[in-house]
């Protein structure tokens, strides 16, 4: 130890002394300080249970999106010995959520991109491939390149598939030209969108914004796409140059009454015409027309811009298995119990996501809730057990009504408003759900990939 | 959905992932700093009042501007605030980044501020006259020739 190490040495002890501390005080509380940092940055943050259920089982995720990372980040860490298997070709990961941001021009692109390789856990097995078959009663899938996957377990979080092709006129290359816009389900669609968007803001016109039949994802998307469009509008001054038509499928705004009470005044009154039981059928984009399925006969009407929500649905190889539910209300999509997750025919088949044929909850936020119990439920059956896992509906949407204000919309199954928060009022219009969607649900939606919420 | 206190604290750290390229040199650079002036006034006295003081001022400029600026920063406006909800979450992440910026800036106030004279041996402290006492205490700067062996 040389001169000045002493000293600093002796100045460290004065200064404990000075506060009533021993070196050896310090040491135990300077332990404990790294102690907790450690924890917050490893692997204690971990939530739940704390087990590794040991298990030779064979485990196939298909589908590596906001659903089936998550998964496989919970199922890797809470099973020991398990052979955990995701299948999906897709490299890049979007932050679908953020989509009604960039369609808007209030995000960038880049900030909905991410990779999948950051998320998915060491020890899974990552095949690069699609789905084409599902074979339950042989335990397998078969994928595009004719390989076949054999499992114990199957988790199917495959999301659903956008049917540009059921609105006659209309197709992919369409969007961003001609006044057409389409929110789904692209980063880079959500841009072109934006860039048809910026157009009638600019100049003015006929802006029609639709919805389909039958179930999509995140229903407020086209809502929140129109009020957005409106509050580009107002910013620039050009609000009297615009003609806003809103043309939803059936009587109702939203799903949730209270929401659906707020909108069907609130569109109005900021001069957004409702045209209720208005599903979209065709469009010409040259002549640009539209034309609804109304229950008076097809209507068709002019525009200069259209938002374009195409119907949706499983995607088809899933939607053709033995897997889909074969009747209504929800025939076409994964068959699984509305509250365990687990496939009513299949019991080692459990979903989680928009695949699966549930009432509401075609959101990322019905996924924070849908995947612990699916995946809680898979460990009880891979162990033996009855289900334990109950999932109420729960989902979400922060309803931006203005850039810079929204209304944080949380319920079940029962419609209930269920807020996280008590003290944010999910009744009115308030900037911090603003500023959570726009700051602060991707760094929740991060959380969830890796398995931490 | 509740969140618990640990999936709160998983999302903060997430949030501030993206941001750990500033943060993390910012916190290296306080500590290096912080350990530096312990060296640098080793034998010296140790001046912490002023600084303190300083960095609750420069935490409170920084509260102020958050609180005025804020509401823009986040695309949002004043006009969009509305109920105690949103108007103490505003004063809550003002505070916030008011105590952050005035705990990063104390390092460097106290290289400016808290740089006190040498001690003096026992034997000149005997023979001089004692400096006049400021509230501190210690913050009353002897004279250069006072700080010259008498001898
Ligand atoms: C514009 C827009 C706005 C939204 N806004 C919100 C919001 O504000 N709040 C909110 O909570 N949610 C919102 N959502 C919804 C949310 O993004 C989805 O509900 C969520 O991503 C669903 O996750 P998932 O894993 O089920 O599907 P996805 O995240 O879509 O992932 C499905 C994955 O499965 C893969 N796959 C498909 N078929 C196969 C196959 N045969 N074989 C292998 N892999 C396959 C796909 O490649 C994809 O990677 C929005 C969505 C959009 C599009």
């Known amino acids: 130890m040389n001169h000045k190490d002493k000293q600093i040495q002796s100045a460290v002890q004065r200064a404990l002394g000075d506060?009533?501390?021993?070196?050896?005080?310090?040491?135990?509380?300077?332990?404990?300080?790294?102690?907790?940092?450690?924890?917050?940055?490893?692997?204690?943050?971990?939530?739940?249970?704390?087990?590794?259920?040991?298990?030779?089982?064979?485990?196939v995720i298909v589908g590596a999106g906001a659903?089936?990372?998550?998964?496989?980040?919970?199922?890797?860490?809470?099973?020991?010995?398990?052979?955990?298997?995701?299948?999906?070709?897709?490299?890049?990961?979007?932050?679908?959520?953020?989509?009604?941001?960039?369609?808007?021009?209030?995000?960038?692109?880049?900030?909905?991109?991410?990779?999948n390789r950051r998320y998915v856990p060491s020890g899974v097995n990552w095949i690069h491939d699609m789905v084409a078959e599902y074979d339950p009663d042989n335990n397998r899938v078969i994928t595009d390149d004719g390989r076949t996957v054999e499992y114990d377990y199957l988790m199917v979080t495959t999301g659903l598939q956008v049917n540009y092709d059921q609105v006659e006129g209309m197709s992919e290359e369409l969007i961003g030209q001609r006044g057409v816009g389409c929110v789904y389900d692209k980063p880079e669609l959500a841009e072109r969108t934006w860039r048809a968007v910026d157009e009638f803001v600019d100049n003015g016109g006929v802006g029609l914004f639709t919805r389909p039949r039958g179930d999509i994802k995140c229903a407020g998307a086209p809502l929140k796409v129109t009020m957005l469009t409106e509050s580009r509008m107002k910013e620039?001054?050009?609000?009297?140059?615009?003609?806003?038509?809103?043309?939803?499928?059936?009587?109702?705004?939203?799903?949730?009454?209270?929401?659906?009470?707020?909108?069907?005044?609130?569109?109005?009154?900021?001069?957004?015409?409702?045209?209720?039981?208005?599903?979209?059928?065709?469009?010409?984009?040259?002549?640009?027309?539209?034309?609804f399925d109304t229950p008076l006969g097809d209507e068709t009407?002019?525009?200069?811009?259209?938002?374009?929500?195409?119907?949706?649905?499983?995607?088809?190889?899933?939607?053709?298995?033995?897997?889909?539910?074969?009747?209504?209300?929800?025939?076409?999509?994964?068959?699984?119990?509305?509250?365990?997750?687990?496939?009513?025919?299949?019991?080692?088949?459990?979903?989680a996501g928009d695949i699966n044929g549930v009432p509401i909850g075609k959101t990322a936020a019905s996924v924070k809730s849908q995947v612990p119990v699916a995946v809680e439920n898979m460990i009880q059956a891979i162990q033996g057990r009855e289900n334990s896992a109950s999932y109420d509906g729960y989902t979400s949407c922060?309803?931006?009504?203005?850039?810079?204000?929204?209304?944080?919309?949380?319920?079940?199954?029962?419609?209930?408003?269920?807020?996280?928060?008590?003290?944010?009022?999910?009744?009115?219009?308030?900037?911090?759900?603003?500023?959570?969607?726009?700051?602060l649900l991707l760094a929740a939606y991060r959380a969830m990939l890796r398995g931490r919420i | 959905m509740a969140f618990s206190f640990v999936?709160?604290?998983?999302?903060?750290?997430?949030?501030?992932?993206?941001?750990?390229?500033?943060?993390?040199?910012?916190?290296?650079?306080?500590?290096?700093l912080l350990g530096l002036f312990f060296k640098r006034t080793s034998g010296r006295r140790r001046k912490f009042s002023l600084p303190f003081k300083a960095s609750i001022g420069f935490g409170v400029f920084t509260f102020v501007m958050a609180l005025i600026t804020l509401p823009g920063i986040t695309r949002s406006s004043w006009e969009m605030l509305a109920g105690a909800v949103d108007y103490l979450s505003l004063i809550g992440a003002s505070v916030g980044f008011g105590v952050l910026f005035a705990i990063l800036a104390f390092p460097v106030m106290l290289h400016m501020l808290g740089i006190g004279p040498k001690h003096k041996p026992e034997s000149q402290a005997t023979r001089q006259s004692p400096a006049p006492e400021t509230e501190t205490g210690a913050e009353a700067e002897p004279s250069t020739a006072s700080q010259q062996p008498q001898g």
């Open chain 1, 67 to 115: 659903a089936g990372l998550s998964c496989a980040t919970r199922l890797n860490r809470e099973l020991e010995g398990a052979q955990i298997t995701l299948i999906d070709r897709r490299e890049d990961h979007y932050y679908q959520p953020g989509l009604t941001l960039v369609a808007t021009g209030v995000w960038n692109t880049a900030k909905t991109l991410d990779s």
């Open chain 2, 7 to 32: 999936g709160i604290l998983a999302v903060v750290l997430e949030f501030f992932r993206g941001w750990f390229w500033l943060l993390i040199p910012l916190i290296v650079l306080d500590l290096v």
């Open chain 1, 398 to 439: 922060p309803l931006i009504t203005e850039l810079g204000k929204a209304i944080l919309v949380e319920f079940d199954y029962d419609l209930k408003m269920k807020p996280s928060f008590p003290v944010i009022s999910p009744y009115e219009e308030h900037w911090v759900p603003w500023v959570m969607k726009d700051r």
């Open chain 1, 301 to 351: 009407l002019d525009y200069d811009f259209i938002h374009v929500v195409p119907p949706m649905s499983a995607p088809d190889s899933l939607r053709e298995s033995e897997l889909a539910a074969q009747e209504a209300p929800f025939k076409g999509w994964l068959e699984v119990d509305r509250h365990t997750l687990q496939h009513n025919r299949y019991a080692n088949v459990f979903g």
């Open chain 1, 19 to 59: 506060k009533g501390l021993s070196r050896r005080d310090f040491l135990r509380l300077s332990g404990g300080g790294a102690l907790l940092a450690g924890a917050a940055t490893s692997g204690l943050l971990y939530p739940g249970t704390a087990r590794a259920v040991s298990t030779n089982a064979r485990i």
């Open chain 1, 236 to 291: 620039r001054g050009t609000r009297d140059k615009a003609e806003m038509h809103y043309l939803p499928p059936g009587a109702s705004l939203f799903s949730q009454p209270d929401a659906d009470d707020f909108l069907s005044k609130n569109f109005p009154e900021r001069g957004i015409q409702i045209h209720w039981d208005h599903p979209l059928t065709a469009i010409d984009p040259d002549a640009k027309t539209a034309t």
